[in-house]
DNA sequence: CTTTGTGAATTCGTTCACAGCA
DNA sequence: TGCTGTGAACGAATTCACAAAG
């Protein structure tokens, strides 16, 4: 990997343009233009082009830029090398929602677990995805070496959750739940309110 | 209010500062410095700073902030004046998810509607919410006054949906469905697609 | 002292505008 | 001609650093 400073906004983008791509290959779309990919993706043409840059995939002024491999080029960029294994903690009807999501739109996900404390789902099975107790979280955790967590867990948990799996070995977590949690430099976490962002929309489109 | 520009990412900070310092409240704090709100918020004691200058609420250096008058700054400016009326289009796990957060954490919803395409639930009311078939959805937006609706609907449906409901009146849409709806100039969309801020972890988690 | 409020400096991200190419 | 790739210009957002105040 270079060493220059990626920064998240390009990261958003070019996460969504894959997405972009991928449809497209299923529409039989071969190549398209950065303008045509920059109205898709609710951009302008010069950040498409700014952005494929930062990943070094060059198109041709004739054609643009060949649908097929500039997927792969993101997901080259993109995709770590080795698969990744999730936890989802916290099966309500959010967590549940995740999991639905995870299992039929998900990428390179080599193993999925989740927990739970209601005992009437705990041990069974849904989607290949295994529902542990959460008293047991940082044993499965270890033992399967999961490192990536999405927490949807009541906000009193939230920290200590988040706690006990970074100690267990987590390195990223995608927190639903209603609090900031805090944790040391090198931990990913993405902190992720619904009501936080739906005041935001209130506020647009209040006040403008 | 103000003409200068507002940027996206101070209202988000605001935001988060209002939720804070309504913990705070209920903790009891009556004052609080910039550094420890910062440190609460993830952010610099000098962006702190900075936001509140924006909002124009002045604290003092030997107190800092008062928490229950910066709280009510803070709702000042972000709050319309009227009461929201908001739509939920799609009662799946996730719809319902999101209704019951709003029922327990929502703020100023003046009136709140559901649509759905599940017979066995329609003319239900939950939570004060009624549930009305989608068919009928121009219709109850228009005599409801909805202004903002949340999208948790298939991803083929999502963008004629919008199309609808923005010509019966609706002002803003938080969009969870997998896809990037396009709408007029004016109309506020925050697409919120959570297998690309997942994939955001993964990348940030896998390769740093 | 400590902390606020803020002009100035800096960093970061985006857009412009054009050379080079098919 | 119409597009890409990119240096340069621009603009936005953040941080610095210090005067003013208790």
Same mark, same amino acid.
């Given at each position: 990997?270079?060493?220059?400073?990626?920064?998240?906004?390009?990261?958003?983008?070019?996460?969504?343009y894959r997405k972009l791509l991928n449809n497209l290959k299923y529409e039989g779309k071969s190549n398209i233009f950065s303008h045509k990919l920059a109205e898709l993706a609710?951009?302008?043409?010069?950040?498409?082009?700014?952005?494929?840059?930062?990943?070094?995939?060059?198109g041709?002024?004739?054609n643009g830029y060949d649908v097929d491999e500039l997927e792969?080029?993101?997901?080259?960029?993109?995709?770590?090398?080795?698969?990744?294994?999730?936890?989802?903690?916290?099966?309500?009807?959010?967590?549940?929602? *995740?999991?639905?999501?995870?299992?039929?739109?998900?990428?390179?996900?080599? =193993? !999925? @677990? $989740?927990?739970? &404390?209601?005992?009437?789902?705990?041990?069974?099975?849904?989607?290949?995805?295994?529902?542990?107790?959460?008293?047991?979280?940082?044993?499965?955790?270890?033992?399967?070496?999961?490192?990536?967590?999405? *927490?949807?867990?009541?906000?009193?948990?939230?920290?200590?959750?988040?706690? =006990? !799996? @970074? $100690?267990?070995? &987590?390195?990223?977590?995608?927190?639903?739940?209603?609090?900031?949690?805090?944790?040391?430099?090198?931990?990913?976490?993405?902190?992720?309110?619904?009501?936080?962002?739906?005041?935001?929309?209130?506020?647009?489109?209040?006040?403008?």
């Amino acid at each position: 990997m270079n060493l220059e400073k990626i920064p998240e906004k390009k990261i958003e983008r070019l996460i969504i343009y894959r997405k972009l791509l991928n449809n497209l290959k299923y529409e039989g779309k071969s190549n398209i233009f950065s303008h045509k990919l920059a109205e898709l993706a609710d951009v302008t043409p010069a950040q498409v082009r700014r952005d494929l840059m930062g990943i070094h995939y060059t198109g041709s002024p004739a054609n643009g830029y060949d649908v097929d491999e500039l997927e792969k080029s993101i997901g080259l960029f993109l995709d770590s090398s080795s698969g990744i294994s999730l936890a989802i903690v916290g099966l309500g009807k959010l967590g549940r929602s *995740l999991l639905d999501y995870c299992y039929w739109r998900c990428l390179n996900l080599s =193993k !999925i @677990v $989740a927990f739970d &404390v209601n005992e009437s789902i705990i041990n069974q099975t849904i989607y290949d995805c295994k529902i542990y107790h959460v008293n047991d979280i940082e044993k499965v955790i270890k033992k399967e070496e999961i490192t990536i967590a999405i *927490l949807t867990v009541p906000q009193e948990e939230a920290q200590q959750i988040a706690d =006990k !799996i @970074v $100690a267990a070995g &987590v390195k990223g977590i995608l927190n639903y739940s209603p609090v900031i949690i805090h944790l040391p430099e090198g931990i990913i976490v993405e902190n992720l309110d619904m009501m936080l962002v739906l005041e935001k929309v209130f506020y647009f489109a209040g006040n403008n």
